[in-house]
């Protein structure tokens, strides 16, 4: 079945400590996404990727950072740097232009 | 920029009620608008989008309109399901690669 897959579902970061959170789609989109969930608020976007070896920074970019070295993958490093790093994580692609966005399952991270 | 709103934030009615969930939009130049919905500690699943050009999309007991010029859209659900409960988002859309979403409206259906 095609589909975007985070992993892992449940992550621990300790102070100082970078982490990363995985997401690999076979649906040959060419777009992907990282938001953030926090309780109440909206989902707010980190980072997003149109093409292979090209991204660009959304609202909340400090802190974090990507790399898009294939098509199916887009992984984010959450670093030392994110003070507030305790969110839920979701990446999404989409085809270029079509408006129609497709999420993966998630990632909660925590801080220890 | 655009903001989305939804209001309520939470709702409960009984099994079997028909219900509107709303999502309002400042910006009318939109591409497309879609609704999701959230099970706790899940991803997004898409229900219905709807184009610019289009005014409502139905799926299974499901139906979503959209009225640009007034930055309105509902999701109207017919006879409720306990199954139904979860968190409903929608997102706006602009040039089809830049979303914004609203803070959600928390389903509870009552057995």
């Known amino acids: 079945d095609g589909g975007i897959t985070q992993s892992p579902k449940y992550l621990f970061r300790k102070e100082g400590q970078n982490v990363t959170l995985s997401c690999e789609q076979n649906?040959?989109?060419?777009?992907m996404y990282w938001y953030r969930q926090d309780p109440g608020q909206g989902l707010r976007l980190i980072y997003y990727s149109q093409i292979v070896n090209d991204f660009q920074k959304g609202d909340i970019a400090e802190g974090y950072s990507v790399s898009r070295e294939k098509k199916e993958s887009f992984p984010l490093t959450v670093t030392s740097a994110q003070k507030n790093p305790t969110a839920f994580y979701l990446c999404a692609s989409s085809i270029w232009t079509s408006g129609k966005l497709f999420f993966g399952s998630g990632t909660q991270l925590s801080v220890l | 920029k655009q903001e989305v709103t939804q209001i309520p934030a939470a709702l409960s009615v009984p099994e079997g009620e028909n219900l509107v969930l709303n999502c309002s939009f400042t910006d009318s130049a939109i591409y497309n608008l879609q609704w999701f919905r959230q099970d706790p500690g899940k991803g997004l699943t898409s229900l219905l989008l709807i184009q610019s050009s289009q005014r409502e999309q139905t799926s299974g007991r499901l139906n979503a309109s959209l009225d640009k010029s007034s930055g309105r859209s509902t999701l109207y659900i017919a006879a409720s399901q306990p199954g139904d409960s979860a968190t409903y988002l929608c997102?706006?859309?602009?040039?089809?690669?830049?979303?914004?979403f609203g803070t959600g409206t928390s389903l509870t259906v009552i057995p």
């Open positions: 649906l040959n989109h060419d777009a």
């Open positions: 997102a706006v859309s602009h040039t089809g690669n830049q979303f914004y």
